[in-house]
């Protein structure tokens, strides 16, 4: 079964997908392409594993440690199927990454990875947009470069009856195929994160745990259209806006195109694959 939140009659309320209809507990029904979405789930805490697809340890010529890494994304960094996402001003790398995210159902701590599966609540889509401009000064802790907002858009539904294993992942650009992978690139599944996370995390009911990306993450540009498509899940589409706020000159690290911004930006060391950063105009 899937199910989504949108807005109906001005009230956030969860609906069943019948086809191309949403279908609320009362019987009221509206067009699935017409509907306003919000985040299928509401999270207390939203949990990233880094690199976890081969073929993107493999773009990046990367060594992995034994065991998977972490980062975390504040919940204002939400954002919904059919939302905008923001690229702040001065920005130039903000790049989408389509991932599945699994979606917690009952609260989980100290469990084993075979029994990781049955607190799952279910899956959805996520796309884990990064804004690399200060990957410079948030590396560590990824703050910024992952959790601005509007940088984490889940959608449109929650499946709960859906198998992880051998699914196709793709992401468009205005239509054109950017990434293309299946969930058995990953090094390391969905119940082994959970379970990894919840030894001294305890997870609760509604949280979200992004699983990684396949390769060919890249920059889009204000006015492109970023559609992830998952075998099983459906299709979470957003667009990309230019952000009318800007950011303050006078305070902390300012956006920044070193060697480390552009080559993560652009898949790798652009000096040795030929590739060169983009003009600043």
């Known amino acids: 079964m899937e199910t989504r939140r949108i807005l109906l009659d001005g009230l956030p309320t ?8 949403l279908v609320s507990t009362d019987g009221r029904r509206v067009r699935a392409d017409e509907a306003e979405h919000l985040p299928p789930c509401r999270p207390t805490k939203i ?3 880094h690199l976890n697809y081969r073929s993107r340890v493999e773009e ?3 060594r992995l440690g034994p065991a998977p890494t972490y980062f975390h994304k504040p919940v204002s960094s939400l954002n919904a199927h059919g939302g ?3 690229r702040p001003p001065r920005c130039r790398y903000l790049n989408y990454e389509g991932e599945i995210a699994a979606v917690i159902g009952t609260t989980c701590k100290g469990v084993a990875p075979e029994e990781a599966p049955a607190y799952i609540a279910g899956y959805t889509i996520a796309n884990d947009f990064g804004l690399h401009d200060f990957r410079d000064t948030d590396a560590g802790s990824m703050l910024r470069v992952k959790g601005s907002d509007t940088l984490c858009p889940l959608g449109p539904g929650l499946v709960d009856d859906w198998d992880p294993r ?8 205005n239509g054109e195929l950017r990434q293309d992978g299946t969930t058995d690139e990953m090094i390391w599944d969905v119940a082994y994160l959970v379970a990894d996370l919840a030894r001294t995390i305890t997870l609760e009911p509604g949280d979200v745990v ?9 920059p889009v540009e204000p006015g492109d259209v970023v559609e992830v498509e998952v075998e099983g899940l459906g299709v979470l589409r957003n667009h990309v806006v230019e952000g009318d706020v800007p950011i303050r000159e006078d305070v902390g690290a300012q956006p920044s195109a070193s060697e480390e911004v552009v080559s993560t930006a652009l898949g790798g060391d652009w000096e040795f694959r030929g590739i060169r950063p983009p003009r600043r105009d």
Do not use: H, M, Q, W
């Open 14 to 21: 969860t609906v069943v997908r019948e086809g191309d209809l």
């Open 47 to 49: 949990l990233c594993v």
């Open 60 to 62: 990046f010529g990367a």
């Open 84 to 86: 905008a996402v923001v």
């Open 166 to 173: 051998g699914k196709r992942i793709r992401t468009y650009v």
């Open 210 to 218: 992004l699983t990684g990306t396949p390769a060919n993450s890249r």
